[in-house]
């Protein structure tokens, strides 16, 4: 059996763990950090929890006997991103990223990238005074220290304290539509989105809605991979490099769906 570690936590890592699971002569197992209390579990084997840093994620390769490691989290996630690139070396396992490609800027968009969730909170006042936060609950610390700007937060899960004094949350899990964003913008009086570029249809309704509006957009823009690692957009990517056969893969398709854990 040939053994395949996903590192999860998104919605293309269960879409590629309920693709390749039933598949003979593979054996699939799915890693995910933990951080919910009940997360929407994958197809297939599930472990949970860190490894310990890249010395425990080798350990864990090497015990299990991987022969392929897929890191499929979330393009935000970059300690783990760095932590399997480290390992897959030292331990000599192949390495490949699934990363859902970034949103793309069209007409009429007002974007205004930005390389940290710092950077968007120090340039927030400048741009307007009711912002929607799509960052994730995790991200809200960044946002302390704003001042003058009334904050709506939207997270699937109630963010901890210490919290911004000015702030709304909002206890919402995607995928979201365009007519539910519209509602959000006009009740809360949005006048300025804040996102990561987080890529994907489930949470791009957003966009569009600030497109409408002629609102400006403050996006942070990904930390880049680790370098090396070789990068492909979907589960029929990941299939083709790994030399399947596309025909014994039954749910291929892109996904539409987000991930429970996070609301960018
Ligand atoms: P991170 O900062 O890159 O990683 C922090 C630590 O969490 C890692 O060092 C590792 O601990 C552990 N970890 C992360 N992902 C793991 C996984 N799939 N399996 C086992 N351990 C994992 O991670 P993060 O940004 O907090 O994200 C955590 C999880 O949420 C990931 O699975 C990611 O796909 C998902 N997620 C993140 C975002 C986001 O915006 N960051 C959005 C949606 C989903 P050890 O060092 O102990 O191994």
Do not use: Y
């Amino acid at each position: 059996m040939r053994h395949i570690l996903i590192l999860g936590g998104t919605t293309e890592a269960r879409q590629l763990a309920a693709a390749l699971a039933p598949l003979p002569g593979l054996r699939v197992t799915s890693s995910l950090a933990g951080r919910v209390s009940a997360p929407r579990l994958p197809v297939g084997e599930v472990r949970v929890g860190g490894f310990g840093g890249p010395a425990g994620l080798a350990h864990w390769l090497r015990e299990h006997q991987v022969q392929t490691l897929i890191d499929a989290t979330h393009p935000f996630a970059r300690v783990i991103s760095r932590n399997a690139a480290e390992a897959a070396a030292a331990v000599h396992v192949p390495l490949l990223a699934l990363r859902r490609p970034s949103w793309v800027p069209v007409a009429g968009d007002r974007w205004h990238p930005v390389d940290s969730l710092e950077q968007a909170a120090a340039a927030l006042p400048g741009l307007g005074r009711r912002a929607l936060l799509t960052t994730g609950r995790l991200g809200l610390a960044a946002f302390a220290a704003v001042a003058g700007v009334h904050l709506v937060a939207r997270s699937v899960e109630q963010p901890d304290p210490p919290l911004p004094p000015d702030l709304t949350v909002l206890l919402a899990r995607g995928p979201f539509r365009l007519d539910g964003e519209r509602a959000v913008f006009r009740e809360h009086r949005i006048d300025v989105l804040v996102t990561k570029d987080s890529g994907g249809a489930a949470t791009a309704p957003k966009l569009a809605v600030a497109r409408e509006l002629g609102l400006p957009v403050l996006i942070v823009r990904r930390p880049e991979l680790p370098a090396g690692v070789p990068e492909v957009p979907d589960v029929a990517g990941v299939v083709g490099e790994l030399g399947l056969d596309p025909g014994n893969v039954s749910s291929i398709g892109p996904g539409g769906e987000q991930h429970p854990e996070w609301s960018t």
